[in-house]
């Protein structure tokens, strides 16, 4: 089993970033975690990022894993072009934000990618990626 984790523009520079929002952990620890989670529960986890979105689209087109756990970033608040990747893809996929994008500002309430994935993890900083792990590992069985 491979669940492939996208992170999108910005989220390298964890660490950097307002720590209210997204605490204080950088982004290689994040990719340290869902690395390990992977070993820990004998899941090949390929971790992601890219500030391009054609980059993400080009490799959510590879269609080379079983699951799929992503933070699109801002993309997630106006991207048509990724949120019609992700309704191509025919694996469990769950979109994760570490801040709650729901106690933000207003253009970040609506995520456009939403709708196109089996659920939204949102405001549990680095366990929405772990719970969204576990979501997909269990649908993929």
Known sequence: MKILVVNGPNLNMLGKR??????????????DLLENWGSEN???VE????????????????MDF???VINPGAFAHYSIALRDAL???????????????HAREDFRT????AAVCDGVI?????????LGLEYVKKRVG
């Open 18 to 31: 307002p720590s209210e929002y997204y605490g204080s952990r950088s982004y290689s620890e994040l990719v």
């Open 42 to 44: 004998g899941v090949s």
């Open 47 to 62: 971790v992601f990022q890219a500030n391009i979105e054609g980059e993400i689209i080009d490799r959510l087109h590879k």
């Open 66 to 68: 079983d699951g799929l």
């Open 87 to 101: 309704e191509i893809l025919n694996v469990p996929k769950v979109e994760v934000h570490i801040s709650n994008i």
């Open 110 to 113: 609506r995520s456009v990618t």
């Open 122 to 130: 949102s405001g549990l900083g680095f366990d929405s990626y772990l």
